[in-house]
């Protein structure tokens, strides 16, 4: 009864690839977030969905492209990827109304060789 | 390993000391707070939130203290245990729709047995 999973755990691909990374999260949750964790450690939003609509958008090249299905799911899709997107990257989800805590999910480690 | 060339602020504690994690957050209009616990290989666990309303709360074995006047948080932890070692993340909830989340740069805790 995993809360928020994603898939896959490890991806290791080519430069120039086309690779997507799935999120689900089973609490009922209204809102999804996306974010890169670098090599340093830092913690940076990329994108949120509330009720499948893209309510944050950061500075992020548009190579990423985040989907919404439904409001358990979104999917990042990544294209034409670089060295420089080699991370970590972590799904989680909140209820925005309860303006509370969002949690994570266990993370996809992206290497680009 | 995974901490090669990783400059992380560390504390070291022995184990059954209290530990106190430090952070300084950017924007007086925040309103709610988070810590957050990463073990290695693993996504950001909630530990405890504060709101601004409050200038302490108590978990179990945690304390957070909230100054909003020098703009201060910090985590409290009792009786420090090895499970406890990992990287501990402030995060700021910047107010307004969109729930957007400011992560601290993270202090690594090391508990020496």
């Known amino acids: 009864d995993t809360a928020v999973s994603q898939t896959p755990k490890y991806l290791v691909t080519q430069m120039g690839n086309d690779k997507s990374i799935k999120c689900e999260q089973n609490?009922?949750?209204?809102?999804m977030y996306w974010y890169k964790q670098d090599s340093k450690k830092f913690l940076k939003i990329m994108f949120s969905?509330?009720?499948?609509?893209?309510?944050i958008n950061e500075t992020v090249p548009n190579r990423f492209s985040p989907k919404s299905p439904d409001k358990a799911h979104l999917n990042l899709h990544i294209n034409s990827l670089e060295l420089g997107d080699s991370a970590v990257y972590f799904c989680?989800?909140?209820?925005?109304?309860?303006?509370?805590?969002?949690?994570f999910g266990p993370g996809t480690r992206l290497t680009v060789l | 390993g995974e901490s090669v060339g990783l400059h992380l602020p560390t504390l070291s504690v022995q184990e059954g000391d209290n530990s106190i994690i430090n952070c300084a957050y950017s924007?007086?209009?925040?309103?709610?707070f988070i810590w957050y616990k990463q073990e290695s290989g693993k996504g950001p666990q909630f530990i405890i939130d504060?709101?601004?309303?409050?200038d302490k709360r108590q978990g179990q074995r945690v304390t957070v203290l909230l100054n909003k006047t020098v703009k201060h948080l910090s985590l409290q932890i009792a009786a420090t245990q090895p499970g406890d070692s990992a990287v501990y993340f402030c995060?700021?909830?910047?107010?307004?729709?969109?729930?957007?989340?400011?992560f601290g740069t993270g202090t690594l805790l090391a508990v020496q047995p």
């Open positions: 995060a700021e909830n910047m107010g307004g729709a969109t729930n957007k989340l400011i």
């Open positions: 969905y509330n009720n499948k609509e893209l309510i």
């Open positions: 989680a989800s909140s209820q925005v109304a309860l303006s509370g805590p969002q949690y």
């Open positions: 609490l009922g949750h209204d809102t």
């Open positions: 504060i709101r601004s309303n409050m």
């Open positions: 924007n007086s209009a925040s309103d709610y």
